[in-house]
């Protein structure tokens, strides 16, 4: 089982549509959660995190955690084609320094 | 903004030959690290580095060796370059305390032929 998993896609969404990207992992000494967002060719860039359970909201994204199911999810508010991207969850364990990343989800969103 | 700048973007290799990979960043970052990312795999930690000429191996370090000599740079070296090392190489970093929030530079691509 890998640590970090996501459905790879392609998840389609139409454009104004909510996109729900989800993330599951393994290791319940999880402590942080975040989501990069990287479009083809190029290096991924942070769009949030997240220590707490519940949501957190930056603009139209929101990041939900739910420690006791081990699932971390993004949601994107009136999907843009400019969303169109992969999108990466990552998890950091405990004190470490290292981030384990999923092999992260394509994002189409059609005009 | 945190800037982390990788010199070479596009390097075609010869199997067997040296390569270095050049890495700094300018926001005093304690904690730098290496990535290679290829399709279907993803991200994999190469060796990260949390001090000055302190490294630790990540998931797959065979193959590479690094160097930090001064905190603002990391640098990968590929001994004898192999056709199973191309892909896009991305060097990071972070701070030692607080959300370990890693930040990326733009990636090198390699290619070994």
């Known amino acids: 089982q890998k640590e970090v998993e996501q459905n790879s896609g392609p998840l389609s969404v139409p454009e104004g549509a909510i996109a729900s990207l989800n993330c599951t992992y393994s290791d319940r000494g999880s402590q942080s959660f975040f989501w990069y967002r990287q479009y083809s060719g190029k290096s991924p860039e942070l769009i949030m995190f997240?220590?707490?359970?519940g949501d957190k909201e930056d603009g139209r994204f929101t990041a939900q955690l739910n420690k006791a199911s081990q699932y971390v999810s993004l949601l994107i508010r009136d999907s843009q084609p400019s969303d169109s991207a992969t999108y990466l969850c990552a998890v950091n364990r405990d004190s470490s320094y290292k981030l384990i990343f999923g092999s992260g989800t394509r994002l189409l969103v059609r005009p | 903004d945190v800037k982390v700048t990788q010199s070479s973007r596009y390097l075609v290799k010869r199997t067997g030959e040296k390569v270095f990979l050049e890495c700094v960043q300018d926001?005093?970052?304690?904690?730098m690290f290496w990535y290679r990312q290829d399709p279907g795999l993803g991200l994999r930690l190469i060796y990260f580095?949390?001090?000055?000429?302190?490294?630790e191996k990540g998931d797959i370090p065979e193959g590479y060796s690094v160097s930090r000599e001064k905190k603002e740079r990391f640098s990968l070296i590929l001994e004898s370059a192999s056709t199973n090392q191309t892909s896009m190489y991305l060097c990071?970093?972070?701070?030692?305390?607080?959300?370990?929030?890693?930040?990326f530079g733009e990636g090198s691509w390699l290619t070994v032929v």
């Open positions: 926001m005093d970052h304690e904690n």
């Open positions: 990071a970093s972070s701070l030692r305390t607080g959300a370990n929030t890693i930040y």
């Open positions: 997240i220590y707490s359970n």
């Open positions: 580095s949390y001090d000055v000429k302190m490294k």
